[in-house]
């Protein structure tokens, strides 16, 4: 298991241990998995065992002080945590594996897997994953857009910027310039979207930080 940086090993120490303690199963999957991260990498889990509402809000605010949440929709209900200190990880809440899922994966903690012909998805719903407007869903794509970015993956990048400067034409009548670098559109898309539905600063701050490391990546 490769860690490319000592935040990406401390937040799995701490999902290690509070898994532990509320026997939870939890399993590493993706390029941490792989041996392929990069320092602005995802970390991606799945997390198994009784849930409630009460444990799920304490595993997500235990960490850091979480900045931006929000739900995959392809596949529907993994949850994105974005923390102050710039992790960012997606959260895969199972009530059971498919046979083979877990084959090559690293498993953190094991305290038993239910096995099922089809993949299922806890009910349980934290109170910091309320239903977002399209806007908000939007600024997470820029969030992505500029993480792939910064781990090389300039392909999906350049996919997920045009995705963004389409839907912030949409939402606020603007357009991005075309031939403007990734961070330029990113940026342009984030100050139309404020302009409109004020985001809140600590997510402005988080995506600045993103941009300045995009610029000094452009320049080497």
Not at 14 to 25: A, D, F, G, T, V
Not at 53 to 65: N, S, W
Request: charged content about 25%; overall charge negative; proline content about 2%.
């Amino acid at each position: 298991m490769y860690l490319p940086t000592k935040k990406h090993e401390e937040y799995i120490e701490y999902m290690k241990k509070i898994c532990s303690q509320n026997h939870l199963s939890l399993i590493l999957e993706g390029s941490l998995a792989h041996g392929t991260a990069k320092p602005f990498s995802d970390i991606d889990l799945l997390l198994l065992g009784n849930l409630e509402v009460k444990l799920l809000d304490e595993i997500i605010a235990g960490y850091d002080k979480i900045i931006m949440t929000n739900l995959t929709e392809k596949p529907k209900g993994i949850y994105i945590l974005n923390y102050k200190n710039g992790i960012s990880v997606d959260l895969d809440i199972r009530e059971s594996v498919l046979s083979g899922e877990i084959d090559n994966k690293v498993i953190l903690c094991n305290y038993g897997f239910k096995i099922a012909d089809e993949i299922k998805r806890s009910a349980v719903m934290s109170s910091y994953m309320p239903e977002r407007p399209q806007w908000y869903k939007t600024i997470r794509l820029i969030h992505r857009c500029c993480i792939k970015f910064l781990c090389g993956k300039a392909e999906a990048a350049e996919g997920l910027a045009d995705e963004v400067c389409i839907v912030v034409y949409d939402l606020t009548n603007q357009k991005i310039v075309e031939s403007d670098s990734i961070k330029q559109r990113m940026n342009d898309s984030l100050h139309f979207i404020n302009q409109n539905y004020c985001i809140d600063k600590s997510i402005i701050n988080l995506l600045k930080e993103l941009f300045q490391e995009m610029d000094y990546v452009a320049s080497k």
